[in-house]
């Protein structure tokens, strides 16, 4: 069964356009959700994160926002820029309890000059 | 800072073979992991040690092995490959079990 669940798979955007990726969960014991950022040929890395305590959370160009009584996140990239153009994974686990994460299937995003 | 590297980046193998991926960190972390990325299938844990001699069952562990030979290198053994699981296997490791994961670049297993 899949936990956490990305939507849509692909993603395309002009440049400045603002992106959205979408992410739902199930389990609601769930307390911490990272979004990893992943260019080809390399591994992903942390982008940004949030805890169920938290309903938005910003850094820079990238903004999760919470929604805890419907179990879905999202991402949103203002002013998109080419280099944003990669694959993003939405995650989850219990924070602090050093349980597994669970990640989403991932989301392409390609921006386009 | 640190890194993870992980060799070979490419691996090629015969049906039924059996192949190692290593891995090696420099953060000095306690606890590493390697998952397997399928194409549109998203990570999915395989084996994960919290400490040096610890080893933990991920989601996928049947057909593969691991060891933990040291507190830098986490190796995984793949025990019959199988064209099926052509994938790229990525090793990551964090300071403790909650805390933020850092991955390396992957190897790409191709099974002929």
């Known amino acids: 069964q899949q936990q956490v669940r990305q939507s849509p798979q692909s993603l395309t955007v002009w440049e400045g356009e603002t992106a959205i990726l979408n992410c739902s969960y199930e389990?609601?014991?769930?307390?911490?959700f990272p979004w990893y950022q992943q260019f080809p040929g390399e591994g992903p890395a942390l982008l940004i994160s949030?805890?169920?305590?938290?309903d938005k959370k910003e850094d820079g160009r990238f903004t999760i926002f919470f929604n805890k009584r419907e179990k879905k996140l999202s991402l949103h990239i203002t002013d998109s820029q080419p280099g944003d153009s990669a694959t993003y994974f939405c995650?989850?686990?219990?924070?602090?309890?050093?349980?597994?994460?669970?990640f989403g299937k991932g989301a392409k995003l390609t921006v386009s000059p | 800072g640190g890194i993870i590297t992980q060799t070979p980046k490419f691996l090629i193998g015969q049906e039924g073979q059996k192949l190692t991926l290593k891995c090696q960190q420099n953060?000095?972390?306690?606890?590493m992991y390697w998952y397997r990325q399928d194409s549109g299938k998203g990570l999915r844990l395989i084996y994960y040690s919290i400490t040096e001699n610890d080893l933990q069952k991920g989601d996928l562990s049947e057909g593969y092995d691991a060891s933990r030979e040291k507190k830098s290198s986490f190796s995984l053994t793949v025990t019959s490959a199988q064209k099926n699981e052509m994938a790229v296997f990525l090793c990551?490791?964090?300071?403790?079990?909650?805390?933020?994961?850092?991955f390396g670049p992957g190897t790409r297993l191709t099974v002929l």
């Open positions: 953060f000095n972390h306690d606890t």
């Open positions: 995650a989850a686990r219990q924070q602090g309890t050093g349980s597994k994460l669970s």
């Open positions: 389990d609601s014991t769930f307390n911490y």
């Open positions: 949030i805890s169920s305590v938290s």
């Open positions: 990551a490791s964090s300071r403790g079990g909650a805390d933020e994961q850092y």
